[in-house]
């Protein structure tokens, strides 16, 4: 379906008028939040800023160079084809990269994470079975519904809307663990091992939760779908295959004196999520 870019203006929680980049689809409107527009530079936004606020009308198209939203790095947003369509909960996920991890480490029974190989405190180590070779660190996107509603005799919608942002403090400190990460802050040490890893830029914060206010209008005569997704980031150590990485068994130190020392240790197929400061606001309208 072809796509066009344009910036819409809309009003953000004080009543101000800002632009919105938004992507244009037919027969409906998916515009984006307007943080995502964050990554244009100050001057490109100020400038963004004066022309749509210029322009006649609702809508304003800006070239392809400035989309907000880059096909290749976003996976499609599902748009309803009739007006009695349920959006589904989430997208397809888009797998970025899957990169290969120099060292993992397994979390032995006692609750400590000990490499799979090399040395541990100048001591010999290797897991038994063998640790999967070429590990690798999956990174895939998808978009996550958070609110979704069918809109009809409402001109002018307004919804106050609470999300969850960051990474939860459990996903973070095993993430962390499982790639040597030692020492803080986590937040700041995992996104940048994550963006190296990866070759994309990953910031990861703590959780928190984001109330935000959205406001547009509706024609008349019109039944609206209307749904906020947000970005949601995952990352999962996986095999060559890029399949999760799922082992037990036990870490082997070998001792100078008394020989091999075993240990019970796990590795999980975990998925750690981090939802992104990243939103795509949806309204698709259809004859009532």
Do not use: C
Not at 26 to 54: K, N, Y
Not at 143 to 156: C, D
Request: aromatic share 8%; glycine share 6%; charged share 20%.
């Amino acid at each position: 379906m072809a796509r066009n870019n344009t910036l819409r203006k809309a009003t953000d929680s004080s009543g101000n008028f800002v632009p919105q980049g938004t992507w244009l689809a037919s027969p409906g409107i998916t515009s984006t939040h307007p943080r995502a527009a964050a990554r244009l530079t100050e001057q490109d936004r100020a400038a963004l800023v004066e022309r749509v606020m210029a322009a006649d009308g609702d809508i304003f198209q800006i070239p392809d160079v400035l989309h907000p939203l880059e096909p290749s790095l976003y996976p499609p947003i599902p748009e309803p084809q009739h007006r009695d369509d349920q959006p589904p909960e989430a997208s397809a996920e888009l797998l970025l990269s899957a990169n290969p991890v120099e060292q993992l480490f397994v979390e032995t029974s006692e609750g400590k994470y000990l490499p799979t190989s090399g040395k541990y405190k100048g001591l010999p180590v290797r897991v038994e079975p063998p640790f999967p070779a070429a590990a690798k660190l999956a990174y895939k996107r998808f978009w996550k519904n958070t609110f979704t509603i069918r809109i009809a005799n409402e001109h002018n919608f307004t919804r106050t809307v609470q999300t969850q942002e960051g990474m939860s403090e459990v996903d973070t400190t095993t993430l962390s663990s499982k790639l040597g990460l030692t020492g803080g802050p986590a937040t700041l040490k995992l996104s940048a091992e994550l963006s190296k890893t990866t070759a994309h830029t990953v910031t990861i914060t703590e959780n928190r939760q984001v109330t935000e206010t959205y406001n547009f209008s509706i024609d008349e005569g019109k039944v609206a779908i209307y749904t906020l997704w947000q970005l949601v980031e995952v990352f999962a150590l996986v095999n060559e295959n890029n399949n999760p990485i799922d082992w037990s068994g036990k870490v082997v130190l070998k001792l100078p004196m008394t020989g091999d020392m075993k240990i019970n240790a796990k590795f999980p197929p975990d998925r750690h999520t981090n939802h992104a400061g990243r939103y795509a606001t949806s309204l698709h309208s259809f004859d009532a």
